[in-house]
């Protein structure tokens, strides 16, 4: 029997959601690196009460190697997942409301309105999806293994649109959009309406993935796909931007400069600035202010010292500026964290 994730406002434990999910979805097989909450990473000892404020997301698995998204929900906060896959995978997506941000190794894409976006994944690539708090999301994504492709539906290199068996065998991330048919962009919208009894809604949404994936791959083969530039990050150039993630990570009040980190890591500003974005799926600048934000707010409700040390201990040397940067980011002053008057709300 095939399986089936639903994630609702009710869930208490999205981290048996999010697991589960990796068992039936190819991009994610490999496994979750990364989870970032309410701009607060998060590990599996710190629960996640919810990712959806109100509708609904289901996932079906429609056989091994191939599974559907079917999202209409709005995201309760800003949260980011990092995951890989173990084998070359697929993921097509098609947005009809709020944009989703995917970054990959050399890459990045986000939705737009009536064309579909695909990202093309090697073996153990790992993929960051970003959503945004507050925001509405209405799309239907199939994600599949190449193994699925080749092996399940015996389907040969003449079969599939020609990008995939390329970058397959290059074992390179290929991310882009082409444009669907209006045909087709129905056939996604059925997925939303579905309207029969438990046993036949699975086998309906199943029936429709299936073709709406032989549909969108006809509109792949037939458009002139759209790649996105390239960015070309070597692995030793990786492994120095993973580096100073973990440098932030230690100590985050630590100044850095572009100038300096480019000279010391001998990466070019360009690769500091836009390859750390399109390897963590955020700017360095982003990630830099988010570990702080988070050292202040431990700081705040776990001990005793002076707002303005934690200021200092933060990375600020004015403590003004760091009520001003807290109050930006939490909507709320830091005393009023401390006197337990107001809760801290990432916006």
């Known amino acids: 029997m095939n399986r089936k994730v639903l994630i609702s406002s009710d869930d208490l434990d999205m981290w048996k959601k999010l697991e589960d999910i990796q068992q039936v979805d190819p991009a994610l097989s490999g496994g979750i690196q990364h989870v970032v909450y309410g701009h607060q990473a998060h590990g599996r000892d710190q629960p996640i009460t919810r990712l959806i404020a109100s509708g609904y997301e289901e996932i079906?698995?429609?056989?091994a190697g191939f599974c559907v998204h079917i999202t209409d929900g709005v995201v309760a906060q800003n949260w980011r997942l990092t995951a890989s896959s173990l084998g070359s995978a697929l993921r097509l997506r098609l947005a009809f409301a709020g944009e989703a941000g995917y970054t990959a190794r050399d890459s990045r894409v986000s939705d737009e309105a009536t064309r579909c976006s695909f990202i093309i994944l090697p073996p153990g690539e790992l993929l960051t999806a970003t959503f945004k708090g507050g925001t509405a999301y209405r799309y239907c994504s199939l994600?599949?293994?190449?193994?699925?492709?080749?092996?399940?539906?015996?389907?040969?290199?003449?079969?599939?649109?020609?990008?995939?068996p390329m970058y397959w065998s290059r074992r390179e991330t290929g991310m882009g959009h082409f444009g669907v048919s209006k045909a087709s962009l129905n056939q996604a919208s059925r997925l939303f309406n579905v309207r029969c009894s438990p046993g036949w809604h699975d086998v309906t949404v199943r029936a429709l993935s299936l073709e709406l994936l032989r549909m969108l791959f006809h509109d792949w083969r037939s458009a002139r796909t759209h790649l996105r530039p390239l960015l070309r990050i070597t692995p030793s150039e990786r492994a120095r931007l993973v580096r100073l993630r973990e440098q932030i990570d230690s100590d985050p009040a630590v100044r850095l400069t572009l100038g300096l980190l480019s000279s010391r890591l001998k990466l070019s500003r360009n690769k500091l600035h836009y390859g750390f974005k399109q390897c963590f799926g955020i700017s360095l600048h982003e990630y830099q202010t988010e570990r702080r934000m988070q050292r202040a707010l431990k700081l705040l409700q776990e001990t005793p010292l002076p707002i303005s040390e934690i200021a200092a201990l933060s990375g600020f040397d004015e403590p003004t500026n760091f009520t001003s940067a807290f109050k930006k980011y939490f909507s709320a002053l830091p005393r009023d964290i401390r006197a337990g008057t107001k809760s801290a709300v990432p916006t």
């Open 143 to 164: 994600s599949l293994s190449r193994d699925y492709l080749v092996r399940t539906l015996a389907l040969d290199d003449d079969e599939i649109p020609p990008v995939l």
């Open 60 to 63: 079906h698995e429609v056989e």
